[in-house]
Nanobody, 116 residues
Framework: QVQLVESGGGLVQAGGSLRLSCAASRSIFSTRGTSWHRQAPGKQRELVARINGGGMTNYADSVKGRFTISRDNAKNLAYLQMNNLKPEDTAVYYC??????????WGQGTQVTVSS
């Protein structure tokens, strides 16, 4: 089992920045995909950004050029740097890690609120 704990959410004005962190209870980020998802009230959870085991990244069109996903394998940490935040980025953000044999792990989520 792997526990994921997100932090770094909060309230920020439009145009501001936040950096979310995801701490894993053991090494998991280095070999398989790690991603950030978000869920706004009344909406389905959506993929925001993903980094695969080889370090390749992909982003939702809505955040391209503003968000950056990264990881520190030695520290078992993953990050989501969010710049130029918009009110529509308001959501609960979840960290997700892919483990061996198709296992999947989710964090508990961290709230991001962007005021206009």
């Amino acid at each position: 089992q792997v526990q994921l704990v997100e932090s770094g959410g909060g309230l920020v004005q439009a145009g501001g920045s936040l950096r979310l962190s995801c701490a894993a209870s053991r090494s998991i980020f280095s070999t398989r995909g790690t991603s950030w998802h978000r869920q706004a009230p009344g909406k389905q959870r959506e993929l925001v950004a993903r980094i695969n085991g080889g370090g390749m990244t992909n982003y939702a069109d809505s955040v391209k050029g503003r968000f950056t996903i990264s990881r520190d394998n030695a520290k078992n940490l993953a990050y989501l740097q969010m710049n130029n935040l918009k009110p529509e980025d308001t959501a609960v953000y979840y960290c997700h890690a892919e483990g061996a044999y198709g296992s999947k792990y989710w964090g508990q989520g961290t709230q991001v609120t962007v005021s206009s």
